[in-house]
Structures are given as structure tokens and as C-alpha cells.
């Protein structure tokens, strides 16, 4: 049985003492990147994520943030934001592992739709958001390549102020990213989505056209738009 424990690290131990993950980001960022990381094979690698994970987070967080009763998991995200908002002196320790942590809530949020655990992403998306444009800190690909295909793979949602929400996020982060890099992530992250979510990323596509965010017709659009509408 999990102990409640209030969303404060001021009494509640959250990551252990004497931090040491291995490896370092730089390195996880550059295996990932060789390796075409992506949030659809996320699941295979859920045992080498916990190891990691081991030294980072206490285990009470770790059994929380996988358990299958989605108030645990709920508890774990709420409980990071309130870190990020207070601008916590754990924030260095979650940007530094930020990875890795985005890597565990995409575990248990890439197929689900339940509202309470939607809005509590969001939410804590919201307050990543402003420390980020706050700081200038660079999301690595690895971030990047998580967030935006997190997002758009809840595109079917059919909450109005959930969708709203969404949609508030997709456009801030796909700006902070820069709209050509964004775009084709986007693009490729859908390419193996249904008939509804292409249809939305259609639209988000032609919006940003005609506000000149983007040029469709340069290579790179052409190369990653052929695939899609194939």
C-alpha cells in the first residue's frame, strides 16, 4: 500500500540523495538519437528506464509513477509541477533529467484519454513551458520528439476545454521549438495515426501556411508531406 504524501517536496523525499545517472544526458540524448528514438517503441525500453530512474527518484515515486491506478500517476505529475512552479532548488535536478523524466509520464499517457490524467499533463506542460522561455533552455530531440507526438496523439480528444488546452500547447511549443522543425516532427509522429488525427494535423498544417509560418513547398516539407499523404 502507497502512503499519501502531499504535493510538496518540503516534507516528502523525491529524488534520492547523491544523484547519479547513468549516463549522463549528453550521452542518453546521443544514444537516442542513434537508436531513431520514438515514443511508439517506448514501452520495450520500460526496464532499462526504471534502472535509470533508480537513481534519480525515490522508489515510492517510481512504483507511483507506473502503477496502473491512475490517481498514482496523477499524484507523480501533480507533484513534479509543483516543483517547477515553486522554481524549486530541484529544478536543475528535473532539467537535467528531464528526459528521462518525460520519458516515464509518456509510459502511461501515450494511450490514455482519461481526462483527469489529460488536464494533469497539461497542466504540467503549462508550467515546463514557462521556466523554459524564461531560462532559454534548449529542449534536446529527445524532448522534443515526446512532447509534440504526446500531444497530437491525444488530437482525438473530445473535451472542449481539454482540446482548447491542447491546442493552446501544440502552438506555444511548436513556436519556442521554431515552426519548420516542429512541423515535421509533427508530421512524421502522425504518419501512423488514424484517418481523424491526420485530418487535424491537415488543418494545423494549412493554418500555419497561410500565416506564412511555414514554406510547404521547400524540400524538406516536400520530402516528409509526400510520405504523409501516401
Do not use: W
Not at 517503441?41 to 507506473?66: G, P, V, Y
Not at 509543483?82 to 528526459?99: K, P, V
Request: neutral net charge; hydrophobic residues 40%.
Amino acid at each position: 500500500m502507497l502512503n499519501k504524501y502531499p504535493r510538496s517536496s518540503s516534507t516528502y523525499q523525491v529524488f534520492i540523495p547523491n544523484i547519479n545517472v547513468r549516463p549522463p544526458k549528453e550521452r542518453r540524448i546521443d544514444n537516442d538519437k542513434r537508436s531513431n528514438f520514438s515514443i511508439d517503441t517506448l514501452n520495450n525500453d520500460e526496464h532499462k528506464l526504471r534502472e535509470q530512474l533508480k537513481n534519480l527518484f525515490t522508489e515510492d515515486i517510481i512504483k507511483r509513477a507506473f502503477s496502473n491506478e491512475f490517481k498514482n500517476v496523477v499524484a507523480v505529475i501533480s507533484l513534479l509541477r509543483s516543483l517547477i512552479e515553486a522554481q524549486s532548488e530541484e529544478m536543475d535536478i528535473i532539467l537535467d533529467n528531464l528526459d528521462l523524466i518525460l520519458k516515464m509520464i509518456c509510459i502511461k499517457y501515450n494511450t490514455n484519454i482519461n481526462p483527469t490524467m489529460l488536464k494533469t499533463f497539461f497542466e504540467f506542460l503549462d508550467a515546463l513551458y514557462q521556466v523554459i522561455i524564461n531560462i532559454d533552455y534548449e529542449l534536446t530531440d529527445t524532448e522534443v520528439n515526446i512532447i509534440l507526438p504526446l500531444l497530437i496523439s491525444k488530437l482525438t480528444v473530445n473535451n472542449t476545454a481539454l482540446k482548447e488546452h491542447l491546442y493552446d500547447l501544440l502552438h506555444s511549443y511548436m513556436e519556442f521549438i521554431g515552426m519548420g522543425k516542429a512541423t515535421i516532427v509533427i508530421v512524421n509522429a502522425s504518419l501512423n495515426k488514424n484517418v481523424k488525427i491526420k485530418s487535424e494535423i491537415i488543418d494545423i498544417i494549412t493554418e500555419l501556411y497561410l500565416n506564412n509560418s511555414i514554406d510547404i513547398a521547400s524540400k524538406p516539407y516536400i520530402k516528409v508531406f509526400s510520405r504523409f499523404l501516401s
